[in-house]
């Protein structure tokens, strides 16, 4: 089954406005960590997470892990239209490491 | 740029043939990972290398297969092609060291078709 969970699918806002994707992982995990993927693109990191409750930011940008290892955010202040993309959590678990099902973000100018 | 490539970018093929899918790792790095992408999915782990064996596998049959050589570059093969192969292969290469997970960077894919 599903190892790690993303909520929403899609979200689609106007630019300007904020968003947050979440993400939950059936077991703890040692850290987490997101990456965007542009329309046609691949993957590209964003950051690691590592310590229960961590908090960090990137501009606009606000990551969060949680204090139990098994869930984590990710908050846009003020999206711009450059941060249209698919944006995935993912982890390991074990020797393996699993991606989220993504949330797909497209904003109106 | 991340510094990964992969060959080919796009592949056309039929039931039942075999491929080969190849990736540059990064300067530096000795860890590679490759994923398959369904469209509109998440990247779902194949299997992972590391100093040359494989370090961990997803949920895909035998007839997926790989290799790292000593360049730290990686095969991904696949055998007795179906039609639910048809996606796009990601290679991803890091760093690793004592266990560690670091970031970890992709190409730009190869688009595999299976008619």
């Known amino acids: 089954g599903q190892q790690v969970m993303q909520i929403p699918q899609y979200q689609h806002v106007q630019e300007g406005e904020d968003f947050t994707t979440y993400c939950n992982s059936s077991?703890?995990?040692?850290?987490i960590q997101w990456y965007k993927q542009r329309p046609g693109g691949h993957p590209v990191f964003l950051i690691q997470?590592?310590?229960?409750?961590e908090v960090k930011k990137q501009k606009r940008l606000t990551f969060q892990f949680g204090e139990a290892k098994k869930n984590s955010s990710l908050h846009i202040t003020a999206t711009q239209t450059t941060d249209v993309g698919t944006y995935f959590c993912?982890?390991?678990?074990?020797?393996?490491?699993?991606f989220g099902s993504g949330t797909k973000l497209n904003v109106k100018p | 740029e991340t510094g990964v490539t992969q060959s080919p970018t796009h592949l056309i093929k039929t039931r039942g043939q075999q491929v080969t899918l190849r990736c540059s790792s990064q300067?530096?790095?000795?860890?590679v990972s490759w994923y398959q992408q369904a469209l509109g999915q998440g990247p779902q782990f194949i299997f992972q290398?590391?100093?040359?064996?494989?370090?961990g596998r997803g949920n895909f049959p035998p007839r997926f297969s790989g290799l790292q050589f000593p360049n730290y570059s990686s095969e991904l093969n696949v055998n007795a092609l179906e039609l639910d192969d048809s996606a796009l292969y990601l290679c991803?290469?890091?760093?690793?060291?004592?266990?560690?997970?670091?970031?970890?960077?992709f190409g730009p894919g190869t688009r595999l078709t299976v008619l």
């Open positions: 993912a982890g390991p678990m074990g020797y393996k490491f699993y």
């Open positions: 077991t703890t995990l040692s850290n």
């Open positions: 997470l590592v310590k229960s409750g």
């Open positions: 300067s530096g790095h000795n860890t």
């Open positions: 991803a290469s890091s760093f690793k060291l004592s266990g560690e997970v670091h970031e970890q960077f």
């Open positions: 290398y590391y100093r040359e064996e494989e370090n």
